[in-house]
C-alpha cells in the first residue's frame, strides 16, 4: 500500500481514460463518482451500503462541517474517517462555493470570506489558510484548494476578477497545506466559457504545482451544451500525468459526456437528494415512483439491477412507502440511484479499458431513449 497519493492512466479511448489514484486509504477507479457525505452521512445510506454500491471515495463539506459540529471537534474525535465510520478515501470540497451561495450574508475581500452562519446567524471567516487548516483537522484524503465561483451567466470581466483572485488564493492554499505525505491538494481552474481565461487559470495553476486538478465553475446554470462545450478543451489544459475533477456533475448523460471528454472524477448530489424525493434513474430512463401508474405494479424498477430495492421490492411496495412517508423509501430509492450511478462508472470503465466506449455510448444513449421519462 502506498504512503502516498498517485495517479496511474491505465486505459485511454479518445479522450476517456480510466485509470487508478493509490492512497494510503485504498485505490479509487476512474472514471470515479464520488456520493455527496456533506454533514458526514450520505443521506438515508449506512457507510457500508454506501461501499456495497461500488463506491471507492466519499465527499465531505468543509462549510457545513465547521460550523456543525465543528472541525475542531471531529479532530478530538479521531478524525473524519473515524467519526463516519468510513475507512476509505474522502476527499472535502474548501467551503468556498457554499460561501459564494449566501448571498447577502457574506463579505468578500482579498484575505478571504466572512460570512453569518445559515444555522445560527454566528459569523466566521473562511480563508485559504483557515480552509486548509479545517481540512487537516477532518484528516481530509484529497483536499480541495479555496476558490470563489460566480454564478452563470455572468460578463466576462466578473469572470476574469473572480478568476485571478482564485488563483491568488490557490497559491495561499498551496503554501498552508504545505507537505503532508499521505494527503493530497487539488487546484480548481476558474475562468467562466471564456477559454482564455480558462487558458490562463490552468497556466497558473500549473506553476503552483497541485497533485490534481478540479475543473471548476460548471454546472452552476449555463446547461449541458455550454458545460460540453468548454469541457471539449478545458481538460486538456491541465496535465494529463494527474487526476481531473469536475465539480457537482451530475446527470447520468452529464457525466457520461464529461467522461467522454477526459474527466476522472465527480461528484454530485443528484442520486441521493433525488431517491429522497421519489425520482430514480434506471437504465431505460427516469421513474418517478409517486406517480399513480405505479400503485399496482409487481415489477422490480430495474430488472437487470443488483441492488436491495430492485432485488426484494415491487414498484407498488416502493409507491406505497413513499406515499406514505416512511423511511424506508428515501433508503432503497437512494441505494438503488447511487448503484445505478456506480454501474455506469462500472461500464465506462471496462469500455475504456477494451476500446468500445463508442459502442457503450451509443447503447447508454439508445437503452435511455426507448424508455419513459416520466412527468414529476
Not at 469536475?246 to 448530489?269: F, N, S, Y
Not at 416512511?326 to 456506480?342: D, K, R
Request: proline share 5%.
Amino acid at each position: 500500500m502506498t504512503d502516498r497519493i498517485t495517479f496511474k492512466v491505465n486505459g485511454t479511448d479518445g479522450a476517456a481514460r480510466t485509470g487508478v489514484i493509490s492512497t494510503p486509504r485504498g485505490d479509487i477507479r476512474t472514471p470515479a463518482f464520488m456520493p455527496v457525505g456533506t454533514a458526514a452521512t450520505v443521506k438515508a445510506m449506512m457507510p457500508e451500503s454506501v461501499r456495497e454500491t461500488g463506491a471507492d471515495i466519499l465527499l465531505g463539506n468543509t462549510y457545513h462541517l465547521m460550523l456543525r459540529p465543528s472541525a475542531e471537534r471531529i479532530d478530538r474525535l479521531g478524525g473524519l474517517h473515524r467519526f463516519m465510520n468510513w475507512d476509505r478515501p474522502i476527499l472535502t470540497d474548501s467551503g468556498g462555493f457554499q460561501v459564494m451561495s449566501l448571498a447577502g450574508l457574506r463579505k468578500m475581500s482579498e484575505h478571504g470570506v466572512t460570512f453569518k452562519s445559515h444555522i445560527d446567524g454566528s459569523k466566521h471567516e473562511l480563508t485559504p489558510e483557515r480552509s486548509m487548516e479545517i481540512q487537516r483537522l477532518l484528516g481530509s484524503d484529497i483536499v480541495m484548494c479555496f476558490d470563489e465561483c460566480p454564478a452563470l451567466p455572468a460578463d466576462r470581466a466578473r469572470i476574469a476578477e473572480s478568476m485571478r483572485l482564485s488563483m491568488r488564493w490557490a497559491s495561499r492554499s498551496r503554501d498552508a497545506f504545505g507537505d503532508r505525505p499521505g494527503h493530497a491538494l487539488f487546484g480548481i481552474q476558474q475562468g467562466g466559457l471564456e477559454q482564455d481565461l480558462r487558458q490562463e487559470s490552468a497556466q497558473a495553476l500549473t506553476d503552483i504545482g497541485f497533485d490534481g486538478y478540479a475543473v471548476g465553475g460548471l454546472a452552476v446554470g449555463e446547461g449541458q451544451e455550454a458545460m460540453f462545450a468548454c469541457l471539449d478543451y478545458a481538460p486538456d489544459m491541465l496535465p494529463k500525468d494527474k487526476p481531473r475533477y469536475l465539480m457537482g456533475v451530475g446527470k447520468p448523460d452529464d457525466i457520461v459526456g464529461a467522461v467522454k471528454r477526459g474527466i476522472d472524477m465527480m461528484d454530485c448530489v443528484l442520486p441521493s437528494r433525488s431517491g429522497r424525493t421519489g425520482q430514480v434513474f434506471t437504465r431505460t430512463g427516469v421513474v418517478n415512483i409517486k406517480n399513480a401508474r405505479h400503485q399496482d405494479d409487481p415489477r422490480p424498477l430495474d430488472e437487470h439491477c443488483r441492488c436491495p430495492a430492485c432485488r426484494n421490492y415491487s414498484r407498488a411496495y416502493l409507491h406505497h412507502v413513499f406515499r406514505a412517508q416512511e423511511m424506508i423509501s428515501g433508503m432503497l430509492l437512494t441505494w438503488h440511484n447511487l448503484t445505478y450511478f456506480q454501474d455506469i462508472m462500472d461500464g465506462m470503465r471496462n469500455a475504456i479499458a477494451t476500446g468500445t466506449f463508442d459502442v457503450w455510448e451509443t447503447e447508454f444513449h439508445t437503452t435511455r431513449a426507448q424508455g419513459d421519462i416520466e412527468p414529476l
